[in-house]
């Protein structure tokens, strides 16, 4: 007997019908033996749905007393879901219970739409457990040390889950979504992309920062941190399929690197829409630019993501970075009204319209000339690069973003991952 945490995303919640259908399967799983937690997601849209509904009513500027009301109203998506699933679950034969972030309680700090678990407390939880429930607790949500809901950002179910089998030791967490793994790039905007058996943590913890959504980063480092054994699969293959072929399926993120194994150099490539880069025109050169800058937009709390200093002609230079489009507008405004004042600058220039398109591979580490194959499948292309960052197993570009998806395709054919 084993203890398993199951994790369904939105599509896979996303209607009465499919509900019913993760009811079986995690019915199935119950019968064979093992302890069940499920984590599950709102239905698919309705975290939208409700942050647009605020967003209706809501001003623009989002300070601690706003966010503290989008959470309030984001988290019942999956508040409606735990009950749906735990009686789904009833009417299948089942003992369940469903549980909201706070009854459990999962404990997070206080950081509205981006909080981060720090505690969960497994009691309650465990006594079900013992008593032969399957235990439902809703994906996303935690509270804070004063009773305040809060969430742990977009796609945070991932997180919850994780975080949970964590908590509670489990033998295995295994994230059911809409695609039946781990791809190597997204597999909506390349169809060639290929799934892959297994991937190394350091691998999806890059994948998942560069933008791969299909986990949330905060979920790969909790994996990591406690070695959670983790798979991503799909929750559209039939409910009644063998366990020990299902447990098998999808994706297997691998902790140890099996040097026998013929390394990929690249395995997978990620993108992301989500930043938007602001230049600094003219920048008087001497030290302390850069502190100059990004002091005051780390001061705003606002993250930097890529930096880019230009030599400088004339004692003067221009500085650019990357944030996210979110902080794009307050970034602009507190440049323009301090720092281009402040140092001397001649002015600021900024662009929303870019991208950021990374390959990454542990096979990077022990290669050279892959960062040049990329370059040479972009220039073949014809797209221009703003923006190079590189560590040891990623290379990243940031090129206007009607170029994505060429990018990613080029990338994906140069680095022979369509025949892999
Ligand atoms: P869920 O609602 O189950 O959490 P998400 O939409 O958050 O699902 O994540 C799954 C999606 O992630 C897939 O539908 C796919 O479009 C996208 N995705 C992005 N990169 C990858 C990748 N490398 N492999 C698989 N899916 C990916
Ligand atoms: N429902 C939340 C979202 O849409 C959390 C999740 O799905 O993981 O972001
Ligand atoms: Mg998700």
Redesign the pocket.
Same mark, same amino acid.
């Given at each position: 007997m084993a203890l398993i945490v199951h994790k369904?995303? =939105?599509? /896979?919640m996303g209607s009465t019908e499919r509900i019913r259908n993760v009811a079986k399967r995690v019915a199935k799983w119950a019968r064979a033996g093992h302890q069940m937690v499920v984590v599950p997601?709102a239905m698919?849209g309705e975290t939208n749905r409700l942050l647009g509904l605020a967003k209706d009513v809501s001003p623009a500027v989002q300070t601690p007393s706003v966010t503290r009301e989008l959470d309030m109203i984001a988290c019942t998506g999956e508040q409606v879901s735990v009950g749906l699933l735990s009686l789904a679950l009833q009417a299948e034969g089942m003992e369940a219970v469903s549980y909201s972030g706070w009854q459990v309680p999962i404990r997070t700090d206080s950081s509205y739409t981006k909080a981060r678990i720090q505690s969960i407390d497994d009691a309650r939880v465990r006594a079900d457990l013992a008593a032969g429930r399957v235990v439902v607790i809703t994906g996303f949500q935690g509270v804070d040390e004063d009773m305040n809901i809060t969430t742990l950002g977009r =796609?945070g /179910?991932?997180t919850s889950a994780v975080a949970v089998a964590a908590a509670m030791k489990a033998d295995e967490c295994l994230?059911?979504?809409?695609?039946d793994?781990?791809?190597?790039?997204?597999?909506?905007?390349v169809p060639e992309?290929k799934r892959l058996n297994t991937v190394s943590f350091e691998e999806m913890l890059e994948?998942a920062s560069l933008?791969?959504?299909?986990?949330?980063i905060r979920s790969v480092e909790f994996a990591g941190k406690y070695r959670v054994p983790l798979r991503?699969l799909s929750?559209f293959t039939p409910w009644d399929i063998a366990i020990e072929e299902e447990a098998k399926s999808g994706t297997l993120i691998t902790f140890e690197e099996d040097e026998k194994m013929e390394q990929a150099v690249v395995s997978?490539i990620?993108f992301n829409r989500d930043e938007a880069k602001l230049t600094v025109m003219g920048v008087p050169d001497r030290p302390g630019i850069a502190y100059g800058i990004l002091g005051k937009v780390a001061e705003a709390n606002i993250d930097v993501d890529v930096i880019l200093q230009n030599v400088s002609h004339d004692g003067k230079t221009d500085f650019s970075f990357t944030v996210h489009r979110n902080d794009y507008q307050r970034t602009l405004d507190l440049l323009k009204s301090q720092v281009v004042p402040e140092m001397g600058a001649e002015a600021v220039i900024g662009d929303t319209k870019i991208c950021k398109v990374s390959i990454v591979g542990i096979g990077m580490r022990s290669h050279a000339g892959v960062a040049s194959t990329m370059f040479r499948a972009l220039s073949d292309e014809g797209i221009n690069i703003q923006m190079i960052t590189t560590s040891e197993i990623k290379t990243s570009v940031v090129i206007d973003e009607k170029y994505m998806e060429l990018a990613v395709r080029a990338l994906h054919k140069a680095f022979g991952l369509d025949a892999a």
């Open positions: 369904y995303g =939105g599509t /896979s997601s698919s =796609g /179910s991932d994230i059911y979504t809409d695609v793994g781990v791809y190597t790039t997204d597999p909506r905007v992309a994948m933008g791969s959504k299909v986990l949330q991503v929750s997978g990620a």
